[in-house]
């Protein structure tokens, strides 16, 4: 029987890791995978990390069960930031739990919302591809709108429109902030209307914060998310701690559900813990702990928050360069200065992503998407004059 599986496609990105890596020209760039970089190219553990982790090292004294819900101090210490200091439960309306990092938080999100009777689940597109895989994966129905314009903003008439057509008891996926793979995010003022037009269409609002603190800044970045929040009954949450804390391989998230009615919370979450129990059992502890170490203690906090905004600053001032160079041959760079995180995408075909691939070591997904964290002050000079050279 296994002999009769049929060969399923590589993930294009890691693919494109080992053609990079065996590359052997100097001067090539990875623009691919998605890990922030430092102007030296390198994708380090967070110094704050490094203390936590020195002190877990020291403090855990076992490494027992903890239940499917995980490391649960974690879980509560991150509300503050995702929620809002100064109501962080939603009046208790909320709860979490842990989960093996977004991806795991999103899989449970989609889930509980098809067992609580979600007949279809809306997204922009083009999106992260793991979306449209999980939703495959659980046997539930996708429908697409286009989330960007060719100008580079939010197309807010395709998102009205499919508002429209969608029906009581449909779910709606939201990426809270830096857009996968456009990084054109909602503004403000998007933000206010899609919370009005979701909560009068009575839809699901599935948000999904995988980048909070490397767009605009922690507060900014959970705009859209509260927002949406304060306009509707109920809604789910898929955290991911593995960007802003540089704890990818740990795998370090959180799945949030917010009810109109605090009574309902532990019957609704106990679908969640039996999800996760058949499928993971309980997520990995070490990454999270560090995290609630951070969290508990005020001076580690304040590292860490110096370190995102050192990430982010370096990310605004690589934009502000694509921004400032304009057009690049026939391509236009500049609405990379104003977009958000770390991927944008570029107007180049699939033929140009191969050109530059092949001529100037320039590696980026076959979308066009880059990451930008992957430019530095020494190599972006390089990157706009190989756009120059395959799109002029
Ligand atoms: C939009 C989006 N959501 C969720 C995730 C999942 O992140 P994690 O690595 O924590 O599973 C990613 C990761 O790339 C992402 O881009």
Not at 166 to 191: F, M, R
Request: glycine share 10%.
């Amino acid at each position: 029987m296994l002999t009769n599986l049929a060969q399923q496609p590589a993930d294009a990105l890691l693919a494109l890791i080992k053609l990079h890596n065996a590359d052997p020209r100097a001067n090539k760039i990875d623009l691919g995978v998605g890990v922030y970089r430092t102007e030296e190219g390198a994708t380090p553990v967070f110094a704050a990390i490094k203390a936590a982790e020195a002190k877990l090292v020291q403090q855990q004294d076992s490494k027992a069960y903890l239940g499917p819900e995980g490391d649960m101090g974690f879980v509560t210490a991150l509300m503050p930031y995702v929620f809002g200091a100064a109501n962080p439960t939603m009046d208790g309306r909320i709860e979490g739990m842990q989960a093996p990092g977004g991806t795991g938080a999103l899989r449970l999100a989609f889930a509980v919302a098809k067992r609580a009777g979600v007949k279809r689940y809306w997204m922009g597109t083009p999106s992260w591809p793991n979306h449209a895989q999980i939703l495959a994966d659980l046997g539930l129905e996708l429908k697409t709108f286009n989330h960007a314009t060719k100008a580079g903003t939010v197309d807010m008439p395709a998102l009205r429109a499919a508002i429209a057509e969608a029906g009581e008891g449909d779910a709606i996926l939201l990426h809270g902030c830096c857009h996968n793979p456009t990084g054109i995010d909602y503004t403000p003022a998007d933000w206010d209307e899609i919370a009005a037009l979701v909560a009068a269409k009575k839809l699901l609002p599935i948000l999904d914060l995988a980048y909070q603190g490397l767009g605009k800044g922690m507060e900014e970045d959970a705009y859209g998310l509260r927002r949406v929040l304060a306009a509707v009954p109920e809604a789910l949450v898929a955290y991911s701690c593995d960007k802003n804390f540089g704890l990818y391989r740990d795998r370090v998230g959180a799945f949030y559900l917010m009810l109109a009615d605090p009574a309902g919370l532990g019957a609704a979450m106990s679908n969640a813990h039996a999800l996760a129990r058949a499928s993971w059992s309980q997520p990995p502890d070490h990454g999270a702990a560090a995290v609630r170490l951070i969290l508990a203690d005020a001076g580690l906090t304040a590292q860490w928050l110096a370190e995102l905004d050192t990430m982010r600053e370096r990310m605004r001032q690589v934009r502000a360069k694509l921004g400032a160079a304009g057009k690049a041959g026939t391509a236009d760079l500049s609405p990379m200065g104003s977009q958000n995180g770390l991927f944008s995408i570029t107007p180049l075909t699939p033929e140009q992503v191969l050109a530059i691939r092949e001529k100037h070591g320039i590696y980026m997904a076959g979308s066009g998407r880059i990451n930008v964290a992957g430019l530095t002050m020494a190599n972006i000079d390089q990157f706009i004059a190989a756009v120059a050279d395959v799109t002029g």
